[in-house]
């Protein structure tokens, strides 16, 4: 089954942008992944899915400061403008028979 | 809109079985397009996916935990189910119920119900 890896901690100041990453291991570098937002005490929310070829698409209400892209194994969120709610764990999901999550990556908004 | 929502004890002794329900309102569970799931996420730590099912009764789920769990749905009262027995502390957890396609990813989730496994 696919294993999904992501770094932890992150940080970026108010205003800033940041790229959080999401490797697919060997031989799933194709794969389909998501996105998921979860802020302190909630639930997760979902926010995009990214193909292998960099295509992205958003889930109802995600403002338009959240991106996706993609080169190889590596799948990419980025926040631009950085505001205080996007303090947060980000978790990347992905699917074959069965379902993954990655460890997450907890980012803080200096 | 759709929202899911998990009831359940929120304390389960140790060697007996956890029991969840997740009724599902703003759509239909028979809908062909989706499955329905449960993940968890243990206090501190990250998301892992238990098992799905679809509106037929076709089941899918996480090998580690197959032989303990059992997901059933009720297309009359727009809801499914999660028992998972035989639970130890480790199965403590905020459990999730979450919606999908098969080759999707979670779109729609629940509030989460925190499960605690104590004596």
């Known amino acids: 089954q696919p294993v999904l890896t992501q770094p932890s901690p992150a940080s970026a100041s108010l205003g800033s942008s940041v790229k959080l990453t999401c490797t697919l291991s060997s031989g799933y570098i194709n794969h389909i992944i998501a996105w998921h937002q979860q802020q302190p005490g909630k639930a997760p929310r979902y926010l995009m899915k990214?193909?292998?070829?960099?295509?992205?698409n958003k889930g109802s209400g995600v403002p338009d400061r959240f991106s996706g892209s993609s080169f190889g194994a590596d799948r990419y969120l980025t926040i631009s403008n950085l505001q205080s709610e996007d303090e947060a764990d980000y978790y990347c999901e992905t699917w074959d028979n069965t379902r993954v999550f990655g460890g997450g990556t907890k980012l803080t908004v200096l | 809109q759709l929202q899911l929502q998990e009831s359940g004890p929120g304390l389960v002794k140790p060697s007996e079985t956890l029991s969840l329900t997740c009724a599902v309102s703003g759509g239909s569970i028979d809908r062909t397009t989706y499955y329905w799931g449960w993940i968890r996420q243990p206090p501190g730590k990250g998301l892992e996916w238990i098992g799905s099912i679809y509106y037929s009764g076709t089941t899918y789920d996480n090998p580690s935990l197959n032989s303990r769990l059992t997901i059933s749905v009720d297309k009359s009262k727009n809801q499914f189910s999660l028992k998972l027995s035989s639970v130890t502390a480790a199965d403590t957890a905020v459990y999730y119920c979450?919606?999908?396609?098969?080759?999707?990813?979670?779109?729609?989730w629940g509030q989460g119900t925190l499960v605690t496994v104590s004596s």
């Open positions: 979450a919606r999908h396609s098969y080759s999707t990813p979670v779109d729609s």
């Open positions: 990214i193909e292998g070829s960099g295509r992205y």
